[in-house]
Nanobody, 123 residues
Framework: QVQLVESGGGLVQAGGSLRLSCAAS????????MGWFRQAPGKEREFVAS?????????YYADSVKGRFTISRDNAKITVFLQMNQLKPEDTAVYYC???????????????WGKGTLVTVSS
């Protein structure tokens, strides 16, 4: 069982930055591909970014965040990060960290989920 705990959410003005962290509880963290997803009120959960297992040499981003968000991982700290720059009001959502055996952008394919952290971007 993999437990994931997100942190770093909060209130920020448009144009600002936040760094989300997701700490895992499993020693084999490096073997999991990791992803960030988000869900805004009244909307379905959507893909934000994902990173491959081990070295994290492969990353994918949603078009809406490409060039503004960066996903990274530190296997020694069993943590995955999401650096969010140039935030927009439409980025407001609950952000979830997830782990999977394969690198994917599909929420349904993720094996483990955190409980989420709220990001609010004011205009």
């Amino acid at each position: 069982q993999v437990q994931l705990v997100e942190s770093g959410g909060g209130l920020v003005q448009a144009g600002g930055s936040l760094r989300l962290s997701c700490a895992a509880s499993v020693a084999t963290f490096g073997s999991y591909a990791m992803g960030w997803f988000r869900q805004a009120p009244g909307k379905e959960r959507e893909f934000v970014a994902s990173i491959s297992a081990w070295s994290g040499g492969i990353t994918y981003y949603a078009d809406s965040v490409k060039g503004r968000f960066t996903i990274s991982r530190d296997n020694a700290k069993i943590t995955v990060f999401l650096q969010m720059n140039q935030l927009k009001p439409e980025d407001t959502a609950v952000y979830y960290c997830a782990a999977s055996a394969i690198l994917t952008t599909r929420p349904a394919a993720m094996d483990y989920w955190g409980k989420g952290t709220l990001v609010t971007v004011s205009s």
